[in-house]
């Protein structure tokens, strides 16, 4: 069944989407992780799950090993968690510092901002990585940029990669998706794992 997929996976990734179908699930899924050392990743997704939707949202927290998100997103939690800034570095800390099940590691944080830099939060140390910015003619749709980043981040990741190259690799990801229309990718991949 189902869950036979979440006990052979070492990395779990959700889309915060998923508080407002089956909390139970996602608790359920972060719990095991947690416990066997697996790693839980949690996407903040979108403003109005941040507001609308945050005590079910700060019910999985504590078993999220990674928290991606993009500016809007850091800046909301910001605001409803009252955290008194609007420095995305800093509000990437705080959401690094929240309560944490698995203390056997600390919680990475991904804040990504368009063509402005990729903040990460790492071990409680901020990384700034910078992003590409195209040209504006060359931006075609946006629609998928984040999961884009995210699948490129997860893919280097899950093979014990560094987070330059993982970061890197999302970055890439993103850059390629957003100057197609919808959600399609070109048929040759030619991220380079060294940087240029």
């Known amino acids: 069944g189902n869950w036979s997929v979440v006990e052979k996976a070492s990395t779990v990734y959700s889309a915060g989407f998923f508080l407002t179908v089956s909390l139970d699930s996602m608790l359920k899924v972060g719990k095991f992780c947690s416990s066997t050392n697996r790693t839980y990743c949690l996407n903040l997704s979108a403003p109005f799950l941040i507001q609308f939707f945050k005590d079910q949202m700060m019910a999985v927290m504590p078993y999220a090993d990674i928290v991606f998100g993009n500016e809007t997103e850091a800046a909301t939690y910001a605001e ?6 609007s420095d995305v570095r800093e509000i990437a800390k705080r959401i690094a510092m929240t309560p944490k099940e698995n203390g056997a590691r600390s919680r990475m944080v991904i804040i990504t ?7 990460c939060v790492q071990n409680g140390q901020v990384h700034e990585f910078p992003a ?14 984040g999961d884009a980043f995210v699948g490129g981040f997860l893919a280097q990741y899950v093979q014990g990669r560094p987070l330059d190259v993982a970061v890197r690799c999302g970055i890439w990801a993103a850059t390629h998706i957003i100057q197609r229309s919808g959600c399609t990718f070109p048929e040759k991949m030619d991220f380079c794992m060294t940087a240029a």
């Open 132 to 145: 590409e910015r195209l040209p504006a003619d060359k931006i075609v749709d946006t629609n998928g940029a």
């Open 80 to 85: 409803t968690h009252n955290l008194g800034t």
């Open 113 to 119: 901002q368009g063509a402005d830099p990729v903040v």
